[in-house]
């Protein structure tokens, strides 16, 4: 590969990023500060650390940053969950952002573990 653009995941997680902020925009405006915030922040590291750690020059550093975008992803649902408990989302919307990132952990996963089998 020659740019992190082409990794799948890394694309997946830039649509990804787009329907939250959709999403969030319909969060009431009180929590502009709070959750929203927090969500879209989250969802932006996810890519961003795929790209970060694609420009490093070592395997190890590479994994860090992999590692932090799947620490991402993971407080990103803890919020969806929350969000949706708080009835910001709809039981629809909520499973639809859920399966998505579930896609994108799975193949984060598996990037992690075939970079691991080279070292």
Known sequence: MKTFRELIVWQKS???VTEIYKITKA???DEKYGITSQIRR???SIPSNIAKGYGRSG???YLRF???SMASLFEL???LEIS?????VTKFKFEKLFELSREIERMLSSL???LKERR
């Open 59 to 61: 395997l190890k550093d």
């Open 27 to 29: 969060f009431p405006d």
């Open 77 to 79: 649902q803890t919020q």
């Open 84 to 88: 949706y408990n708080l009835e910001f």
């Open 42 to 44: 989250s969802a932006i």
């Open 112 to 114: 992690i573990r075939k």
């Open 14 to 16: 830039m649509s990804f």
């Open 66 to 68: 992999l590692n932090i």
